[in-house]
């Protein structure tokens, strides 16, 4: 169930309203780090949770719920950014030039779909996708995505505050930042009362994992390389489950064949009989003897 009030949840104000900055704004919208994002994800978490969770489902709903009014906050912005704005050339030439960078520098369908408002969009006015969402059903998994969702989106907020001059943009970003900083630290409390919450699933035996590899960091290097003795590499694991160690190389084995697919496909060129006994060229087509045809013409090798 859920309630609405007619008011912001925070002031928003802009004192020089900026058609381009309403375009990077929609980032923060619809985008990948966007409110969007993590209202429907921390909904969806939320959703997924049996009896017995319930103080981590209120956590999760009552942050869905503020994030939706920072999408209220933000199409709010967007809004105010392009009605208002200068649309009609000018006579003078500094104030033409600006006035042209600024309508050139929106989204056209800002205008021409929406009436100059907000969309569902990001700034390059790629439509809102569910694929953004981390909903794994699995408690520690989706926190975990939580506090990387909170520090892009944080990020994000804080490039555009450095992007704006405008003051009341600049109070209104530093208001999400903070919040930002806010659940970035929940989510890493919220992980602290779980109880073993690493590896995740934490359900599953480890012991019937590889114990020869669930520590090891392994180096991909082609010349092998000594233990570089990062923390990665040597001591106890954060999990307090195992010591890290270090494998110069990759374990290797096994050539990469595939098998005969199935009759079927009718993918699968025939080959000449001496390259089937393994008598082939290093290109995988068989060398031939045979002369070339009285014009001149070569043959197509793969006819």
Request: net charge negative; proline share 8%; no cysteine.
């Amino acid at each position: 169930m859920f309630f609405q009030e007619p008011e912001l949840q925070y002031e928003v104000t802009v004192e020089e309203p900026d058609p381009h900055f309403a375009k990077l704004l929609q980032q923060a919208i619809g985008g990948q780090e966007g409110e969007m994002r993590v209202a429907m994800q921390y909904m969806f978490q939320a959703w997924a949770l049996p009896e017995g969770y319930e103080e981590y489902r209120n956590l999760l709903m009552e942050t869905a719920a503020e994030e939706l009014g920072h999408i209220e906050m933000l199409a709010t912005a967007v809004t105010k950014n392009l009605r208002g704005s200068a649309k009609q050339m000018s006579d003078e030439a500094e104030e033409t030039a600006a006035t042209a960078a600024a309508m050139t520098g929106q989204n056209p369908r800002q205008f021409l779909s929406a009436g100059e408002s907000a969309m569902p969009v990001d700034s390059n006015g790629v439509p809102f996708t569910g694929n953004y969402i981390v909903a794994s059903g699995n408690l520690a998994g989706d926190l975990y995505a939580n506090v990387m969702s909170e520090a892009t989106g944080r990020t994000l907020a804080t490039r555009l505050y450095e992007y704006t001059d405008d003051p009341g943009m600049k109070d209104m970003l530093a208001y999400l930042i903070a919040r930002d900083t806010m659940h970035q630290n929940q989510w890493l409390e919220a992980l602290e009362s779980l109880d073993d919450p690493v590896p995740v699933p934490a359900s599953f035996p480890q012991e019937q994992e590889n114990q020869e590899y669930n520590y090891a960091f392994m180096s991909t290097r082609r010349e092998q390389q000594p233990d570089p003795g990062y923390p990665w590499t040597q001591g106890e694991a954060p999990d307090g489950k195992g010591q890290f160690s270090y494998l110069p190389e990759q374990p290797g084995d096994g050539e990469v064949i595939a098998p005969q697919p199935s009759p079927m496909t009718n993918d699968t060129p025939s080959r000449p009989d001496d390259a089937a006994a393994g008598d082939s060229n290093a290109t995988g087509i068989s060398e031939t003897t045979d002369s070339k045809p009285s014009d001149g013409n070569a043959t197509d090798s793969n006819q």
